[in-house]
């Protein structure tokens, strides 16, 4: 069974990290395109980071470029997200969630994409000023 679990988040004030872990099963993360998303309360889920397949290509959206760094374990079958400088604004919902094999689609980062299929259930960050 094909399923993704997030591990990590918590309450941190501004200034502060956490690292977020995505554990896969079912199949191997090497293969296919692995984006974290988040959701903000009252707003639309954003895509973050992705890593395509194969680790070659790896992409953070505006505003997290710099603080945030995705990461996988391929031995652990693993996604990480590690946040650095976080800010109130970074509070919400993160998700990971598998895309298609290889290359992450055109877009994943600016909009949502039907193709990633598989979604894990969420890990809470919350920032306070």
């Known amino acids: 069974q094909v399923q993704l679990a997030e591990s990590g988040g918590g309450s941190v004030q501004a200034g502060g990290a956490l690292r977020l872990s995505c554990a896969a099963s079912?199949?191997?993360?090497?293969?296919?395109?692995m984006a974290w998303f988040r959701q903000a309360p009252g707003k639309e889920r954003e895509g973050v980071a992705y890593?395509?397949?194969?680790?070659?290509?790896?992409d953070y959206a505006d505003p997290v470029k710099g603080r945030f760094s995705i990461s996988r374990d391929v031995i652990k079958n693993t996604l990480y997200l590690k946040m650095d400088s976080l800010n109130p604004e970074d509070t919400g919902m993160y998700y990971c969630?598998?895309?298609?094999?290889?290359?992450?689609?055109?877009?994943?980062?600016?909009?949502?994409?039907?193709?990633?299929?598989?979604w894990g259930q969420g890990t809470q960050v919350t920032v306070s000023s």
């Open positions: 079912g199949y191997r993360i090497s293969v296919y395109c």
């Open positions: 969630a598998r895309g298609p094999q290889w290359a992450c689609p055109a877009g994943t980062l600016t909009t949502m994409t039907a193709e990633f299929e598989v």
């Open positions: 890593v395509s397949g194969g680790g070659g290509s790896i």
